[in-house]
């Protein structure tokens, strides 16, 4: 249980404020993880109040489980929260005041040296979070070059998608890049010698756009956020955190147009749209971790906490 030792819920007093928990009301943890925050939220909910606790990794559900040792008041699925509304109509999950999705992938995650999420351990080339799908493996090495220059691009947002894409392709045709350190190397191959050696590796964007690309993040986010506010009562709580600019943009945005009223063109005389604002937006800017709690916990430094309440 090493890897339990080192889980530190990101946030977490920013959490427990905003969603507010008080006894006998009832949560969903969208990303269960090792159950950092449910534990604090069971806390403030007890004696009857429960969470229903999602996560795709089997093992999440397991260290969860064991962490909190109440199957009472923890109802753990293992699943995809862009199942949201199903899996809570399959648990009959009701009397809900908040919902947290926490979008960093954690320790466990990284740990785990079959999965290979860091560019620190040689390790096969898998980033899926639970055991289905295709595998960045797949990805890298069945993928035309303009789908791997797309996806560098847009999810990982690298300076040198169309050469890495290239040069992967150009490998790729006399031996496979199926683990981490030829991936590193392909990559090192084309990105200019004075961008490999600043504050962060050169690597790394490409390692993000493929943990994105396999594991469906931004289109499962995109699913999410409409279902969770339909699941939710008036004055009930949604909490949302990101770790990189596209997920955060992507909740913003959809913040925004969901607080907003008329979403009709501004020379529209009159409103087609019928658009009503259904959430109140509780904090104007991202609530970021304190400089305590990024020296803890580096891992925390690129955190961005947003809140809205559903509208009465």
Do not use: W
């Not at 993928?143 to 999810?155: D, M, T, V």
């Not at 949302?240 to 992507?250: G, P, T, V, W």
């Amino acid at each position: 249980m090493a890897e339990v030792a080192k889980h530190i819920p990101v946030l977490l007093n920013e959490v427990i404020k905003f969603l507010d928990p008080k006894p006998n009301q009832n949560f969903i943890d969208c990303t269960l993880g090792a159950g950092g925050h449910t534990i604090e939220i069971l806390r403030h909910t007890a004696p009857k109040g429960k969470v229903l606790g999602i996560d795709l990794d089997p093992r999440a559900i397991k260290i969860a489980k064991s962490r909190i040792g109440n199957a009472d008041r923890l109802i753990a699925v293992q699943g995809n929260y862009k199942d949201l509304e199903n899996i809570v109509l399959q648990k009959d999950f009701k009397n809900i005041s908040g919902i947290l999705i926490d979008l960093g992938f954690s320790s466990m995650e990284i740990a785990d040296h079959k999965k290979g999420f860091s560019f620190q351990i040689d390790a096969p080339l898998d980033m899926r979070y639970g055991v289905m799908g295709a595998t960045a493996a797949d990805i890298l090495n069945h993928s035309r070059e303009e789908e791997l220059e797309r996806i560098f691009r847009e999810y990982g947002e690298e300076k040198f998608p169309g050469r890495i894409a290239r040069k992967i392709c150009e490998i790729r045709k006399d031996n496979p890049i199926d683990t981490t350190f030829k991936l590193v190397d392909a990559i090192a191959e084309v990105v200019p010698k004075k961008f490999q050696f600043g504050r962060v590796h050169f690597a790394t964007k490409v390692f993000q756009a493929l943990r994105i690309a396999v594991n469906h993040e931004l289109e499962n986010l995109t699913e999410v956020l409409p279902q969770a506010i339909q699941i939710l009562p008036p004055g009930g709580r949604l909490a949302i955190i990101s770790f990189h600019s596209l997920e955060d943009r992507i909740v913003k945005q959809f913040f925004k147009k969901e607080s907003s009223g008329c979403t009709c063109p501004k020379d529209f005389p009159v409103c087609q749209c019928g658009h009503k604002a259904i959430l109140k937006i509780l904090n104007k800017k991202p609530i970021v971790p304190s400089e305590e709690e990024a020296t803890q916990n580096p891992r925390s430094r690129s955190a961005k906490l947003r809140i809205a309440e559903k509208l009465k």
